[in-house]
């Protein structure tokens, strides 16, 4: 397959496409932000531009999700229980911390961006945070692709795509196990309160 010909026909609907795919999946939008702007098709720096917009508008979407789950009763009850304002200062006396860690360790960005909402952290805060760390991370993907791209040389046309799957795999393969892990070990502690 020849992948320059996937990529010239995508032009019309790729960024628009970057731009929306971490909505979906962020580590997948990335790699596949960073795959595409290797191509001759593609203009790396539109490709990254897109993909930073992407990521930011995702995660502050998370974020809202969280400042708005306190138009439900339940939610500021819960958000008074000890555990939970322990919770919420933790947060906020390390909130650069707990996003850089949502940011960078997979599984925990959308559970720490909701949070961040539910606890009420300083929007303005968030959103410079959200967007410096969405930076950086691209710029590491995509440094790290264009890298492999000069090394490899023509060869990386063949190869990188098949890297990208592939990291992508580990990534997905590694929240299932990790999703399952959870529920193992959630599961008896919620039969023994029942």
Known sequence: MNWEDVFAHAKEWIYPLILVAPFVQEDTAVVGA????????ANPWLCFVF????????????????????????????????????AKKRVHDNLLKTLLVA???????IPLFIAAGVFKAHAKQVAIIITLSAFVY???VFAV???????????????IPF??????????????????????SVGPQMRRRA
């Open 51 to 86: 993909l930073v917009l992407g990521i930011t508008a995702s995660d502050l979407f998370k974020y809202w999700i969280g400042r708005a789950a306190h138009v439900f009763e339940w939610t500021r009850r819960m958000a008074e229980r000890p555990a939970v304002l322990a």
């Open 163 to 184: 890297v990208a799957l592939g990291i992508v795999a580990a990534v997905l393969l590694f929240q299932l196990v990790r999703g399952l892990l959870v529920r193992q």
């Open 145 to 159: 692709f264009h890298l492999l791209g000069r090394i490899l040389g023509e060869e990386a046309e063949h190869y």
């Open 34 to 41: 960073a795959t595409f702007s290797m191509s001759t098709a």
């Open 103 to 109: 940011r960078f360790v997979p599984g925990t960005r």
């Open 138 to 140: 691209a710029a590491l």
